[in-house]
């Protein structure tokens, strides 16, 4: 073979003329030959094998040459016959690359042969790849799902035949070919073609897919064969960034395909070839990709996923992004981070350098939990969590991050509070300290140990021995002073030597009663208390009477250094030979493990109180948590609010303080009407209470109603009515749990269990809950509830007897809402007699519990018994006779007179006195009784006479028969109208029977409520006299109840009601007052409608609960249109800033309610604005803003921001104070101007412009530009440039200064212009609109002069102007109608001003 086979660059360069032994396509076949030609391949294929290629190149080139004309069938054949080729050489190659005498033609032709089939198989790939791609987007499905017949076939097959493809080349390229090149240097052209086809088979749009699996695997393993074998390594790093910044989908192909090249292929540095790719990535290259940012960061975090091991190396290329501007970038690297942490660098067996790393990595993303960016706060908290749930993060740092996670609680964005929640729910599930976490428990255990560790710490300092310093120390330390004075000593002076003279005595003394051993002691002692000289000497004379010992020996030749020798050996050798006796002695190995263990044990407890002290430290900030997250339980965002009642729940299973206060909170969620959130709490509960765990079915029962009684236990009445519908929705679910838990209730409150009070009253309100669902479980077991809890021992336990009634309740027509006759028992009934005889004895005791069981029966009484009129008619006889027994005994009751007070007619003419709380007791039935037969005449009577004329009606209909309908149908839209008019009438005729007995019978002589309505009005009317608490609340809440009855009783007695009301000493007394008034204004609206402002008056009480009650009732009354909103709600608008944060938050709901209806707040605000800012009133100015701008904040509508400027400029003109102005001037600054309404406020410059002297009128209307100006467009802007220079002008110089001579020429022109209107006036056009903001010109004046130059009055007077509110507007027109302009009658004189700034 004498020509070589180049791949070419491009397909046509193959027809073009080559160099020297190149070979070129000699004929290109048209393609109604190719078929023809097609089956001479094939049959040379199956002749000669794959090397018929060499003879029919040209065939295969002509189908890729003219591949757009030629027929889908010849290219499928053409590549079928390719692929075959390309397997047969990889089978043959084998024993060829093997072989060694193989002949260089031979080598030759094997070469070419695998160059040009490899070629015209992967240029053919991608023509039918690129053909596949616009197939694919012109036959897309439609409507009907459907795809084009032959392009669906046409996708199918190339599909299968892509693998194929693959992995035909995949067998070849794996056999070691490099050998057939020339010094196995293939090359770079046949490796190009190769990958260029699996990176033009990787932009495919659903390469990604799960049924793309198999290709992509393919192609995978392809690059990685080349990157190995062929030396592909840089192109592959540069391709992939690449095509990752033009295809996002690629970014899991590619993490995918570079961990398998790193594992399976061993190719490590192709990781680091694309990461340092992408780390050198600027700020401003990633700003302009786009698309290709976010490519990059799903590739590196789902590449962290699959290698984490291999990132570590190239960490420090990642982390600059960590700076950049791409937070998503930011996010990619903190996630790298996380895998890293969680699956490389976790665990005890980390060397230094591994613990260094990961300390370093948690600093980072402890750093990035304050990210500016919202989105990396969110994931970063993500990743926390992760770490936390692998339990990789370490102990020393759990106290910092949660610490961290509480603050991020309060994050503005939603995504990272939700992410917060889920950390610290984490943190709770996985916590390393207890099971149980509470600050409290932990309290004591922990100052006990605390304790404990002070006593072995004290105990073992008390024995270790006082630290010894070795001899040889003390003497390099005294040595150099030493031998000082010992050179000073060998050359005395006159002085010293009488010195020693001196001392040579003292020593002569000391030699008589010593040895040489003794003396020596004695140096010693010189030197350890810094006595140099006198060692010294006494050394020196010790020679001369010693000269026979062996320690003074070398004293001989005195010289300092023998002298220093000598000294060293005295103070040294007693050291040393110490040392050499305790070396002697035995050693006590018992004494040595004593101290061992103790050591020990003193580790041990100092690690037990760190562990406490971490413990508490961890229980107190999950707790903070739990309060900050229990408040999120009702925001606005679904997402947060499911993640805070998750977090509930999780608290609540691991026993965290206060953990039943956020699950009790989130009870009334249970009404949302989102469900999703009504959802999440019901499943909530579902988990916590209704799923228990045990081994049988009493076991969970039992465990059931633990859980449930324990949230019953000191629960409020709203917690106790969601609660039911949870307890209802399980009982009504049909689980096997029911039967079983009803039989341990009844057995926890008949007392067959050992329980407490407490527990016993739980227990019988869940059986009342259980009854909404199903009746018989308290109907057939009355008889059970009246002996337990209603029989003899009745007076022992109301609250027992009071839940026993309202369970009871439950079973009423009234409760379960049922249709048909009612369900009433027999007055002779059990149940009645035992309430009654309950009643009537807890009147004359003084238990506190009795009023609110005696409530409750009463209501039940009403519920639940035939004729409850009369059995409430002998109770009061009953009650009241039992009460004048009392009275007529005397004896114990009556032992303190300063209790008593005068307590009915009779007792008030015999002088006798009764005990205050008995009839307060009995003032408060009487007020139940009367309260109840109202209500039982308004809807049980009521409801009956409806039910039975509906019956009777329709017994009527079915008594007329067949020849009736027939009349009926003939007039069936007459029968209509008189049905309807006969069934008003028939309502209107029951409803004036009921009103008739309230006004006439109820309080009829016969009657016994009549007898108490005396001693009630004279309790109320006389404080003084009548003044214990209990009795005088009770009193004036039995009055109001008895006002309820009629409008001639509410009339008669209004007038006291309200003297109590403002006048009462007792907080709860007018509490209770507003309450009842609120009640009386919704029955009687006419009869209330004077006395409006004296409820608004309890506004600013003093007392906290005395405003919150009247805020609230307020509230109901205004929101449901049974008091009409008048300027008196400005005092309302106080309450926003009260010191209660939850009157504050009652006031704010007012007005966000309010705001809803149509311009509520609008109309209101010039008249709040009048009130507030009155001098008598006297609030700060911070307090006004604060006001106002939660006001101004409801004003959105630019037609009443209009209106409202010119108003409160208007109110400039009446304003008497500069205080007002201000304020004034302060709520204009607060709208939201528009171009409009600037423009008004230019009109009205009168107004107000002989105010801007002041700082606070100027400084706000100054405020009002700089707002104007942001944003404006040039010609605007150039105007609110204009009215500011105008503002200031005046403001510097005053009004009069700022009045120029080209001012008074454009007077001059617009007062010709006006005179020549009134001289010809123009007839006007419906109404006439006034100039607002101006003042009329003056026509007293009898020239034309004064409209040219107006003279101006300097002792012309202000009259008194008194404006009135805008509380009788019309609502729904936003514009300021011509009566509401304040009329000036007198000119406002700037002189006036000018003249009061000179004074």
């Known amino acids: 073979m004498s020509w070589d086979f180049f791949v070419p660059v491009c397909i046509g360069d193959l027809v073009k003329t080559g160099g020297i032994n190149q070979y070129v396509v000699q004929d290109v076949v048209s393609p109604k030959q190719l078929p023809s030609y097609l089956t001479k391949f094939k049959g040379a294929l199956r002749s000669q094998g794959p090397l018929c290629i060499l003879e029919h190149f040209d065939t295969g080139y002509s189908v890729l040459q003219q591949c757009n004309s030629v027929e889908l069938g010849v290219k499928e054949d053409t590549l079928e016959i390719l692929v075959q080729v390309v397997n047969g050489l990889a089978a043959s190659l084998p024993a060829l690359l093997v072989s060694t005498s193989v002949s260089a033609a031979e080598r030759k032709e094997k070469l070419n042969a695998v160059k040009m089939s490899v070629f015209l198989l992967c240029k053919l790939t991608e023509t039918l790849e690129g053909y596949s791609c616009r197939q694919s987007i012109v036959t897309a499905p439609g409507k009907g799902g459907k795809k084009g017949k032959a392009g669906g076939e046409g996708l199918l097959q190339w599909d299968s035949e892509r693998e194929k493809v693959l992995q035909a080349l995949v067998q070849l390229l794996q056999l070691d070919i490099r050998s057939l090149w020339s010094l196995s240097l293939v090359e770079e052209e046949f490796v190009s073609c190769v990958t260029c086809c699996c990176y033009k088979l990787l932009e495919n749009p659903t390469i990604s897919h799960v049924k793309s699996k198999p290709t992509r695997d393919c192609i995978i393993h392809l690059l990685g064969v080349l990157i190995k074998k062929y030396n592909h390594l840089l192109g592959a790093s540069v391709k992939v960034i690449q095509l990752l910044q033009h295809f996002e989908q690629l970014s899991s192909v590619f993490a995918q395909a570079v961990s398998v090249w790193s594992t399976e292929y061993g190719i490590r540095a192709i990781i680091g070839e694309v990461i340092r790719e992408i780390g050198q990535k600027s700020s401003e290259e990633l700003a302009r990709e786009g698309s290709g940012v976010k490519a990059f960061a799903s590739f590196l975090s789902e590449l962290s996923a699959l290698v984490p091991e291999l990132m570590i190396p190239n960490i420090s290329v990642l982390i600059t992004h960590l700076e950049g501007e791409s937070h998503t970038m930011r996010v990619a690297v903190c996630e790298v981070l996380g895998e890293i942490l969680v699956r490389v660098l976790c665990g005890d067996g980390l060397d230094e350098s591994g613990k260094a790393d990961r300390d370093r990595f948690f600093d980072t993303l402890q750093e990035h939990l304050h990210d500016t960016h919202s989105h990396v706060r969110a994931r970063v908290l993500q990743v926390y969590t992760r770490i936390v749930n692998s339990k990789a993060l370490p102990l020393c740092r759990y106290s910092e991050v949660m610490e961290l996670a509480v603050g991020r609680l309060m994050d503005k964005s939603i995504n990272a509070v939700k992410s917060a929640i889920q950390l610290l729910a984490a943190f709770i599930a996985h916590n390393p300290y207890s099971c149980k976490l509470s600050s409290a428990d932990l309290k004591k255990p922990l100052e006990k140990e605390t304790a404990k560790l002070r006593e072995m710490k004290e105990k073992l300092q ?192 691991f026993s965290v303080a206060n953990s039943v206060s956020g699950v009790r909170k989130m009870l009334p969620l249970v009404w949302s009407t989102d469900t999703a959130i009504k959802d999440a709490v019901v499943q909530a509960y579902r988990r916590l209470y209704l799923n228990p765990q045990g081994d049988t079915i009493r076991m969970k029962a039992h465990t059931l109603v633990d859980s449930l009684s324990e949230l019953m236990v000191d629960a409020s009445l709203g917690t106790i009515q969601c609660l039911e519908e949870i307890v209802q929705e399980f009982f009504g679910s049909g689980s096997n749990l029911q039967s079983t838990v009803v039989q341990v209730l009844w057995e926890r409150f008949t007392g067959k269990r050992e329980t407490s009070g407490l527990h016993r009253r739980a227990a019988v309100l869940l059986l009342g809950m259980a009854a909404r669902a199903e009746r018989e479980v308290v109907l057939s077991n009355l008889d059970t509830l009246c002996s337990v809890a209603l029989g003899e021992k009745v007076t022992e336990d109301f609250l027992l007897a009071r839940d026993t009634v309202i369970t009871i309740c439950s079973i009423t027509d009234h409760v379960r809402q049922s249709k048909g006759s009612p369900f009433r028992l027999p007055q002779e009934h059990q149940l009645f007699t ?475 022109k617009e007062g010709s212009s006006e005179k020549t209107v009134l001289r010809t006036p123009l007839p006007t056009k419906g109404r006439p609109r006034t100039r607002r903001g101006q003042t009329k010109p003056s026509v007293s004046s009898h020239g034309d002069d004064s409209f040219v130059t107006p003279q101006k009055s300097r002792k012309s007077k202000k009259p008194v102007i008194t404006f009135s509110s805008d509380e009788e507007e019309d609502e729904e027109d936003a514009v300021m109608a011509e009566s509401e302009t304040p009329k000036v009658t007198t000119p406002i004189a700037r002189t006036s001003r000018r003249a009061r700034l000179r004074n």
């Not at 409430?872 to 004896?891: K, M, N, P, T, V």
């Not at 009751?893 to 009839?919: A, R």
């Not at 039982?936 to 019956?951: C, I, T």
């Not at 709520?1227 to 009109?1243: A, I, T």
Request: glycine share 4%; net charge negative.
């Open 462 to 653: 008390g024995r270790a021995p006082v630290a010894v310093i070795k001899a040889s120390e003390l003497w390099a330390a005294m040595e150099p002073e030493l031998l000082v004075t010992v050179r000073t000593e060998l050359e005395p002076t006159s002085e010293t030597e009488k010195e020693q003279q001196e001392d040579d005595r003292d020593v002569e003394e000391e030699k008589e009663a010593e040895d040489d051993r003794a003396t020596a002691v004695k140096i010693a002692q010189f030197l350890r208390v810094n006595k140099y000289r006198n060692a010294v000497r006494l050394c020196v004379r010790a020679h001369s009477c010693f000269p026979q010992s062996e320690m003074f020996a070398p004293l001989s030749t005195l010289t300092p250094d023998t002298l220093m020798e000598t000294l060293a050996l005295i103070f040294k050798g007693s050291d040393e030979d110490a040392a050499e006796l305790s070396q002697n002695l035995p050693p006590t190995p018992q004494k040595d493990g004593e101290k061992e263990g103790e050591d020990g044990e003193l580790k041990k407890q100092e690690m037990l109180v760190q562990y406490l002290k971490d413990t508490e430290t961890f229980a107190l900030q999950v707790e903070r948590a739990i309060s900050v997250i229990n408040t999120m339980l009702y925001w606005k965002t679904t997402s947060v609010v499911q993640e805070a009642v998750q977090f509930c729940v999780t608290v609540c299973e």
């Open 834 to 1308: 035992c309430l009654t005889q309950a009643l009537a004895e807890g009147v004359v005791m003084e238990d506190p519990y009795w009023h609110s069981f005696m409530e409750q029966a009463v209501r039940l009484i009403y519920f639940l018994a035939e004729s409850p009129d009369q059995l409430c008619s002998r109770l009061l006889q009953r009650s009241a006779r039992l009460l004048l027994d009392q009275i007529a005994e005397g004896g114990e009751i009556n032992k303190d007179p300063g209790q008593m007070q005068d307590g009915s007619q009779e007792s008030i003419e015999q002088g006798e006195q009764v005990n205050c709380v008995c009839l307060a007791q009995l003032l408060a039935l009487c007020g139940c009784v009367a309260f109840w037969q109202v209500s039982h005449l308004e809807r049980s009577v009521s409801a009956e006479l409806r039910r039975r004329r509906g019956e009777t009606e329709e017994r009527e209909e079915k008594e007329k028969g067949p020849s009736s309908k027939a009349k009926q149908a003939a007039n069936e839209s007459a029968m209509e109208e008189e049905l309807g008019l006969m069934g008003a009438s028939a309502e209107d005729t029951e409803a004036e029977l009921i009103r008739k007995i309230c006004e006439t019978e109820l309080l009829a002589e016969e009657n016994l409520l009549c007898a108490f309505l005396p001693l009630l009005v004279k309790v109320c009317g006389s404080p003084g006299r009548y003044s214990h608490p209990q009795l005088t609340t009770a009193a004036c809440l039995a009055l109001s109840q008895y006002m309820m009855i009629s409008p001639a009783t509410c009339e008669e007695n209004i007038r006291l009601m309200f003297t109590v009301l403002e006048r009462s000493s007792l907080p709860v007394v007018r509490a209770n007052a507003i309450i009842a008034l609120g009640d009386l204004t919704v029955r009687f609206p006419n009869i209330l409608e004077p006395w409006t402002q004296n409820l608004y008056a309890r506004l600013s009480d003093e007392v906290p609960s005395v405003r919150q009650t009247a805020v609230t009732v307020l509230t109901q009354l205004v929101l449901k249109d049974v008091l009409k909103v008048k300027g008196q709600v400005s005092e309302v608008a106080v309450l926003l800033i009260d010191p209660e944060p939850h009157i504050t938050s009652l006031a704010l709901n007012f007005f966000n309610e309010l705001a809803t209806k149509d311009n509520a707040i609008y109309n209101l605000l010039p008249d709040i604005i009048s009130r507030l800012s009155d001098p008598e009133r006297g609030m700060s100015s911070e307090d006004f803003n604060t006001i106002m701008k939660q006001l101004f904040s409801y004003i959105t509508k630019e037609r009443q921001t209009e209106s409202l400027v010119e108003k409160l400029c208007q109110r400039f003109r009446t304003a008497k104070t500069e205080r007002q102005w201000c304020d004034l001037a302060m709520s204009l600054s607060l709208l939201s101007m528009c171009e409009r309404g600037f423009k008004r406020l230019q009109e009205c410059w009168e107004c107000y412009s002989d105010k801007l002297t002041e700082p606070g009128v100027y400084q706000p209307l100054l405020s009002i530009t700089a707002k104007l100006r942001r944003g404006a467009k040039p010609q605007f802007k150039a105007q609110v440039e204009e009215f500011e220079k105008r503002l200031t002008a005046v403001h510097t110089r005053g009004l009069e200064n700022v009045e120029s001579p080209e001012m008074e020429e454009e007077n001059q």
